[in-house]
């Protein structure tokens, strides 16, 4: 039984190191000058000359990735030819990240799948929009770990390291593994929680007729394998949810407690809590509201209470009409938004919610409170009420996603009131959040939007008027449409 044991454990480091070898240089020791990196078999996928250069800190050879401003981007990677994968697993990229002043999104890793004819069958980097796993601020040496499940298809594997932001992030000691899981025993705590994940969906995802969850459940299960902690399981869960998307599911998400905590508290690490930003534009009144990525109740009452107080500002200075800028919202909590643009609604229906079980529940804002149908909601601190319904054009981009799609539904049927730009992102499904045993959720799309009137959107958002962007990027020619139509009006 030993003589087994040792010859299997031979066989998984062969492989394993095989793999490797598909990769090179990954302890930064081979210089190369004809690389823009200034590092043999690192490409730059991403940043300006000096983004990307070998280091030394100490005795350790490492890759260094600068960013001057926080919306910078260095990017590098090399890419292998993979063997098929002869049965179910999954591969693990670990490195060294250490930081110096790093602001912005921050530093990670990042896997990239490809099949045969180069087209992306998966990604996979250090977390989302409310991710904890990025490298910030100024940080000693840390060993951070990325897996992803490879598809059968799977031909080519890119390997990266990225820096959103600001600072300096050195990389070092880049390893890889591949794990198969046909034969893993699995746990009786991932038993419960995997179990628990697939009954959420069984329950309340809209695709969940088209997925058959028993099958989806058993490689699942392997994946998370001999879990010993909860955290053991996420991967598993994530391979759950993203298994959706080949129905039609482009929403549904996953965040572990710790990232739910820290929603709750702080918000979003990676998009920070913004104001809108109101001000006089000619005779009008133009605003523009950011995605709200966060549930803390105070921070969600200070957004709409700044947001009326503007509206009100505004009014007050005698605007003739009103532009709001939905272009770049990505989404996030809808209640802010909705209930800081409430004074501009004309009925105190907005929009419905509509589950799998055909059961409709409508958001609503009426003198100052935001509400569910089956709940009483929560009141701004000072109701703004405008004396007469001005026209409002409503600007629409395809980053206009998810709550920001819901904003925007939030004017369809509102008097004097059209929209204009392009189609919104398409993600107007409503994602339900779900517990599991550790007190992480499943944000899982378990409904779809519908209007006031009850139209049901099922993709993209069309506007009233669509208008082409600017090739300068800047957007006037959908606002040039807009004040147009604004200055049309009596």
Same mark, same amino acid.
């Given at each position: 039984?030993?003589?087994?044991?040792?010859?299997?454990?031979?066989?998984?480091?062969?492989?394993?190191?095989?793999?490797?070898?598909? @990769?090179?240089? $990954?302890?930064?020791?081979?210089?190369?000058?004809?690389?823009?990196?200034?590092?043999?078999? %690192?490409?730059?996928?991403?940043?300006?000359?000096?983004?990307?250069?070998?280091? !030394?800190?100490?005795? =350790?050879?490492? &890759? $260094?990735?600068?960013?001057?401003?926080?919306?910078?981007?260095?990017?590098?990677?090399?890419?292998?030819? @993979?063997?098929?994968?002869?049965?179910?697993?999954?591969?693990? $990229?670990?490195?060294?990240?250490?930081?110096?002043?790093?602001?912005?999104?921050?530093?990670?890793?990042?896997?990239?799948?490809?099949?045969?004819?180069?087209?992306?069958?998966?990604?996979?980097?250090?977390?989302?929009?409310?991710?904890?796993?990025?490298?910030?601020?100024?940080? !000693? %040496?840390?060993?951070?770990?990325?897996? =992803?499940?490879?598809?059968?298809?799977?031909?080519?594997?890119?390997?990266?390291?990225?820096?959103?932001?600001?600072?300096?992030? %050195?990389?070092?000691?880049?390893?890889?593994?591949?794990?198969?899981?046909?034969?893993?025993?699995?746990?009786?705590?991932?038993?419960?929680?995997?179990?628990?994940?697939?009954? =959420?969906?069984?329950?309340?995802?809209?695709?969940?007729?088209?997925?058959?969850?028993? *099958?989806?459940?058993?490689?699942?299960?392997?994946?998370?394998?001999?879990?010993?902690?909860?955290?053991?399981?996420?991967?598993?869960?994530?391979?759950?949810?993203?298994?959706?998307?080949?129905?039609?599911?482009?929403?549904?998400?996953?965040?572990?407690?710790?990232?739910?905590?820290?929603?709750?508290?702080?918000?979003?690490?990676?998009?920070?809590?913004?104001?809108?930003?109101?001000?006089?534009?000619?005779?009008?009144?133009? =605003?523009?509201?950011?995605?709200?990525?966060?549930?803390?109740?105070?921070?969600?009452?200070?957004?709409?209470?700044?947001?009326?107080?503007?509206?009100?500002?505004?009014?007050?200075?005698?605007?003739?009409? /009103?532009?709001?800028?939905?272009?770049?919202?990505?989404?996030?909590?809808?209640?802010? &938004?909705?209930?800081?643009?409430?004074?501009? @609604?004309?009925?105190?229906?907005?929009?419905?919610?509509?589950?799998?079980?055909? *059961?409709?529940?409508?958001?609503?804002?009426?003198?100052? !409170?935001?509400?569910?149908?089956?709940?009483?909601? /929560?009141?701004?601190?000072?109701?703004?009420?405008?004396?007469?319904?001005?026209?409002?054009?409503?600007?629409?981009?395809?980053?206009?996603?998810?709550?920001?799609?819901?904003?925007?539904?939030? @004017?369809?049927?509102?008097?004097?009131? !059209?929209?204009?730009? *392009?189609?919104? %992102?398409?993600?107007?499904?409503?994602?339900?959040?779900?517990?599991?045993?550790?007190?992480? *959720? &499943?944000?899982?799309?378990?409904?779809?939007?519908?209007?006031?009137?009850?139209?049901?959107?099922?993709?993209?958002?069309?506007?009233?008027?669509?208008?082409?962007?600017?090739?300068?990027?800047?957007?006037?020619?959908?606002?040039?449409?807009?004040?147009?139509?604004?200055?049309?009006?009596?």
């Amino acid at each position: 039984m030993k003589k087994l044991a040792f010859l299997l454990i031979a066989i998984v480091l062969a492989i394993n190191t095989a793999d490797c070898q598909n @990769f090179h240089n $990954l302890k930064f020791t081979d210089k190369c000058d004809t690389s823009k990196t200034g590092l043999c078999y %690192w490409d730059l996928s991403w940043g300006g000359k000096g983004a990307v250069s070998p280091a !030394r800190d100490g005795n =350790i050879n490492a &890759m $260094l990735i600068q960013g001057a401003t926080e919306i910078s981007v260095g990017f590098s990677e090399q890419t292998a030819v @993979f063997p098929a994968p002869k049965g179910d697993a999954f591969i693990t $990229l670990t490195a060294d990240i250490k930081t110096a002043d790093v602001i912005g999104k921050g530093a990670g890793l990042n896997l990239w799948l490809l099949d045969a004819k180069g087209n992306t069958l998966a990604t996979r980097d250090m977390g989302g929009f409310y991710s904890l796993d990025w490298i910030r601020g100024t940080t !000693r %040496w840390k060993t951070c770990s990325i897996s =992803i499940v490879l598809p059968k298809e799977t031909a080519k594997v890119k390997i990266g390291a990225i820096l959103f932001g600001k600072g300096k992030a %050195w990389f070092s000691s880049y390893r890889f593994s591949v794990t198969t899981i046909g034969n893993r025993r699995v746990s009786p705590l991932a038993v419960k929680y995997i179990n628990a994940a697939c009954d =959420i969906i069984k329950k309340h995802s809209l695709v969940k007729d088209s997925v058959n969850i028993s *099958q989806l459940k058993q490689t699942t299960l392997k994946i998370a394998g001999p879990a010993k902690t909860y955290s053991d399981c996420f991967l598993a869960v994530k391979y759950l949810i993203e298994s959706l998307r080949l129905y039609g599911d482009e929403h549904s998400f996953f965040m572990s407690a710790a990232e739910k905590k820290n929603w709750e508290i702080n918000g979003s690490a990676v998009h920070k809590i913004k104001n809108a930003n109101c001000e006089a534009m000619g005779d009008y009144g133009y =605003i523009k509201v950011p995605g709200f990525h966060g549930g803390n109740q105070k921070r969600i009452l200070a957004f709409a209470n700044a947001l009326q107080a503007d509206i009100k500002k505004l009014a007050n200075a005698g605007v003739k009409g /009103w532009i709001v800028d939905l272009r770049e919202n990505s989404g996030g909590n809808q209640e802010p &938004m909705i209930a800081g643009l409430g004074p501009l @609604f004309s009925s105190v229906k907005l929009g419905s919610l509509l589950d799998v079980n055909n *059961q409709y529940s409508s958001w609503n804002y009426n003198n100052g !409170r935001y509400f569910f149908d089956d709940s009483t909601g /929560w009141k701004v601190t000072h109701p703004v009420k405008l004396k007469s319904q001005l026209p409002i054009a409503v600007l629409t981009s395809a980053q206009t996603g998810s709550s920001g799609e819901i904003t925007a539904i939030s @004017f369809i049927g509102n008097a004097r009131t !059209r929209s204009f730009g *392009q189609p919104t %992102w398409g993600l107007t499904t409503g994602n339900g959040s779900f517990d599991l045993p550790d007190g992480s *959720q &499943m944000f899982i799309a378990s409904t779809h939007m519908a209007d006031r009137s009850g139209k049901i959107y099922t993709g993209p958002i069309v506007p009233d008027v669509v208008v082409k962007t600017s090739t300068d990027g800047k957007g006037y020619v959908v606002l040039d449409a807009a004040i147009d139509w604004l200055k049309s009006q009596p």
